[in-house]
């Protein structure tokens, strides 16, 4: 059983910054790749940012790049997303994602709220 739990999220107002956090806890043969998705209401759920175990190689989403920033913890499985310049746009809920082979492991997701 692998449990992914998420932390950080609130309401902001636009111009702001929040850090979201996402701890796993169990046992993770492999991680390929970790990453931040969202999803708004009436939206399909969009990739944020994501970031791979071998390499530590970035990807992030057109519409936060310069603004998002995603990294790992070296002493412990967890990943972070830094998000400055929030823009109202941005309001969705976030779930971060573990994947491993072909399994995603989701998190139950954190509000971010931002306000005009």
């Known amino acids: 059983q692998v449990q992914v739990v998420e932390s950080g999220g609130g309401l902001v107002q636009g111009g702001g910054s929040l850090r979201l956090s996402c701890v796993v806890f169990g046992s993770i043969f492999s991680i390929n790749a970790m990453g931040w998705y969202r999803q708004a209401p009436g939206k399909q759920r969009e990739l944020v940012a994501t970031?791979?175990?071998?390499?530590?190689?970035?990807n992030y989403a057109e519409s936060v790049k310069g603004r998002f920033t995603i990294s790992r913890d070296s002493g412990k499985i967890a990943v972070y997303l830094q998000m400055n310049s929030l823009k109202p746009d941005d309001t969705a809920a976030y779930y971060c994602?573990?994947?491993?082979?072909?399994?995603?492991?989701w998190g139950q997701g954190t509000q971010v709220t931002v306000s005009p």
């Open positions: 970031i791979t175990t071998s390499g530590g190689r970035t």
């Open positions: 994602n573990i994947r491993s082979g072909v399994t995603n492991n």
